[in-house]
């Protein structure tokens, strides 16, 4: 039945932030419906937030539901052997109007161990960044517990932590431990394991509309994080037509994709790959069928489509397992 089986998109997932803003409807064209709109969960299989298909004739119907009916076909067989009918990963885009709190994940073993979850390690692609925006990503030098708490009591964290300024193109690859903040202007893609567990630190003494702050994880943090000082952001090839290295873990794999013509695909039924598309547009085309993607979409090549074509002008994220 591999007929059956097509490109897949998704309907956003759209999260409202205090710190959000409108620059997913602006700069992606989303139907948001509030003008603070943090992020638009583009594939997800977290409980409470799962996707549903947009496209095609699985249109409506839950991605968990066709993980469950056709799991080696969407996921392939090594991803199936590994997670079972579980996505393993979460595709998102993230518009900072205002920085977002210091925060840090924890590592598959405390996840599992306190939440039943898988960590969260992830990346991030600058798509946009507003005039003199910045990062805040791990330490400047090596730390500790203590020097970390008393920077936190006395409200200037921001004096033992690494501040990054950042510009469209730029890519970040946070393992989990690492403390981070996106700051205000910048618009991401993020690349990350399923999971939706974050221990914030620190959220700029802030208060939402009704005078309430947010809750702060100062003591679940402590055994999360990594006190050592880490160079997060990446170095990479653009070569046009080619897949270029971006992040390669042992989480997820992500290459920088840039395209002017034509380019067949032919891999392997044993993982799902997915395209973030950055900029431009661009098609794929699968027997007589085309499909076409622009700016800010995000679509899911099931396994069992072991050979398309890439055409068009656009650079892309290429993401697989």
């Given at each position: 039945m591999s007929e059956v089986f097509y490109p897949l998109t998704f309907t956003p997932i759209l999260k409202d932030?205090?710190?959000?803003?409108?620059?997913?409807?602006?700069?992606?064209?989303?139907n948001i419906e509030s003008p603070t709109t943090g992020e638009s969960w583009e594939i997800s299989g977290?409980?409470?937030?799962?996707?549903?298909?947009?496209?095609?004739?699985?249109?409506?119907?839950?991605?968990?539901?066709?993980?469950?009916?056709?799991?080696?076909?969407?996921?392939?067989?090594?991803?199936?052997?590994?997670?079972?009918?579980?996505?393993?990963?979460?595709?998102?885009?993230?518009?900072?109007?205002?920085?977002?709190?210091?925060q840090v994940h924890p590592n598959d073993e405390l996840a599992k161990k306190r939440h039943n979850s898988f960590g969260k390690t992830e990346m991030w692609y600058v798509m946009q960044a507003d005039e003199?925006?910045?990062?805040?990503?791990?330490?400047?030098?090596?730390?500790?517990?203590?020097?970390?708490?008393?920077?936190l009591k006395n409200k200037n964290l921001l004096s033992i932590l690494k501040e990054v300024p950042v510009k469209k193109g730029d890519v970040f690859f946070l393992e989990t431990g690492t403390v981070h903040a996106i700051g205000a202007g910048i618009v991401i893609a993020e690349?990350?394991?399923?999971?939706?567990?974050?221990?914030?630190?620190?959220?700029?003494?802030?208060?939402?509309?009704?005078?309430?702050?947010?809750?702060?994880?100062?003591?679940?943090?402590?055994?999360?994080?990594?006190?050592?000082?880490?160079?997060?952001?990446?170095?990479?090839?653009?070569?046009?037509?080619?897949?270029?290295?971006?992040?390669?873990?042992?989480?997820?794999?992500?290459?920088y994709l840039p395209i002017d013509k034509t380019i067949e695909v032919n891999i392997t039924n044993d993982c799902f790959r997915v395209y973030m598309c950055m900029e431009g547009i661009f098609e794929i085309v699968t027997g007589n069928e085309t499909y076409s993607y622009k700016k800010g979409d995000t679509v899911l090549i099931p396994a069992a489509l072991s050979q398309f074509k890439l055409s068009g002008k656009a650079t892309l994220l290429e993401i697989y397992i």
């Amino acid at each position: 039945m591999s007929e059956v089986f097509y490109p897949l998109t998704f309907t956003p997932i759209l999260k409202d932030r205090i710190w959000g803003g409108k620059k997913l409807q602006t700069d992606f064209n989303k139907n948001i419906e509030s003008p603070t709109t943090g992020e638009s969960w583009e594939i997800s299989g977290v409980e409470n937030s799962v996707s549903e298909v947009m496209n095609g004739q699985f249109q409506g119907k839950s991605f968990n539901w066709l993980l469950k009916e056709f799991p080696k076909e969407i996921l392939g067989n090594r991803i199936f052997e590994k997670f079972g009918t579980t996505f393993p990963l979460l595709f998102k885009f993230i518009d900072a109007r205002e920085d977002l709190s210091i925060q840090v994940h924890p590592n598959d073993e405390l996840a599992k161990k306190r939440h039943n979850s898988f960590g969260k390690t992830e990346m991030w692609y600058v798509m946009q960044a507003d005039e003199n925006a910045r990062i805040v990503v791990g330490f400047k030098k090596n730390s500790d517990q203590q020097e970390y708490l008393q920077a936190l009591k006395n409200k200037n964290l921001l004096s033992i932590l690494k501040e990054v300024p950042v510009k469209k193109g730029d890519v970040f690859f946070l393992e989990t431990g690492t403390v981070h903040a996106i700051g205000a202007g910048i618009v991401i893609a993020e690349i990350q394991q399923t999971s939706d567990i974050t221990y914030r630190i620190y959220d700029w003494d802030r208060v939402d509309a009704q005078g309430n702050s947010r809750e702060l994880h100062t003591e679940e943090a402590l055994d999360a994080i990594n006190y050592n000082s880490t160079d997060a952001q990446k170095q990479y090839a653009k070569t046009v037509n080619e897949a270029n290295q971006l992040v390669h873990c042992e989480y997820f794999i992500t290459n920088y994709l840039p395209i002017d013509k034509t380019i067949e695909v032919n891999i392997t039924n044993d993982c799902f790959r997915v395209y973030m598309c950055m900029e431009g547009i661009f098609e794929i085309v699968t027997g007589n069928e085309t499909y076409s993607y622009k700016k800010g979409d995000t679509v899911l090549i099931p396994a069992a489509l072991s050979q398309f074509k890439l055409s068009g002008k656009a650079t892309l994220l290429e993401i697989y397992i």
